[in-house]
Every structure is written in structure tokens, then in C-alpha cells.
């Protein structure tokens, strides 16, 4: 069984910042390209941020200079550091990570999910 446990959300005004952090625990041989999404009420669920087993990312162009994703492969973790936060970023964000469990045998795994609210 592999878990995803996310932790750092919380309330915050316009323009300040939170960090995400995203721990995978389990049976993994391998994890390939972790990715953050969110979901806003009455909105469908998008890719924020995405970052590949090298390190590069890739980010939505609305938080481009503002987001910054980072894993660590040996700990099994991705970041998201939330910088000049925005009310429109409000949202229940999501770690996502594809998951080698046996050689060959992948499965998407999700986090639990964890509020952002950014709010005067």
C-alpha cells in the first residue's frame, strides 16, 4: 500500500505565502512526475504544477514567478512554495504521484487534499 500525506494549507492574506509539502510512504520502487493540483468550488480540478524525476518543472501560467515546485527523489516528497498569494488561488490543493508499486505495475496515487484559503 502506498499513502500520500499532505500538510500546510491554511488561511492567509493577499500576498503572503504558505508551502505545501506532499510525503509518500509504502511499497515504491519508482515515482515519476509529481504534480500539485487544485480545485475551486464549482470548478473543475487543474494541474498547478508539475515536476519530472530530473528536477525541471512546469507550472500554470497564472502562478508562473509566484509557485515553485521541488521534490526530493530520496525522500519521496514534493513542495509547493506559494509566494504573493492571490484570493483566486483558493482552493483545495492535491499532491499527485505515479507510482511504481511492482516492476512494471504503476498506479496514480492522490493526497488527501489540504485547503488554501487566501483571504483580507
Known amino acids: 500500500q502506498v499513502q500520500l500525506v499532505e500538510s500546510g494549507g491554511g488561511l492567509v492574506q493577499p500576498g503572503g505565502s504558505l508551502r505545501l509539502s506532499c510525503a509518500a510512504s509504502g511499497s515504491i520502487l519508482t515515482i515519476g512526475i509529481m504534480g500539485w493540483y487544485r480545485q475551486a468550488p464549482g470548478r473543475q480540478r487543474e494541474l498547478v504544477a508539475s515536476?519530472?524525476?530530473?528536477?525541471?518543472?512546469d507550472y500554470l501560467d497564472s502562478v508562473k514567478g509566484r509557485f515553485t515546485i521541488s521534490r526530493d527523489n530520496a525522500k519521496k516528497t514534493v513542495d509547493l512554495q506559494m509566494n504573493n498569494l492571490k484570493p483566486e488561488d483558493t482552493a483545495v490543493y492535491y499532491c499527485?504521484?505515479?507510482?511504481?508499486?511492482?516492476?512494471?505495475?504503476?498506479?496514480?496515487?492522490w493526497g488527501q487534499g489540504t485547503q488554501v484559503t487566501v483571504s483580507a
Open positions: 499527485n504521484m505515479p507510482v511504481e508499486y511492482s516492476s512494471g505495475h504503476w498506479y496514480d496515487y
Open positions: 515536476i519530472d524525476r530530473g528536477g525541471s518543472p
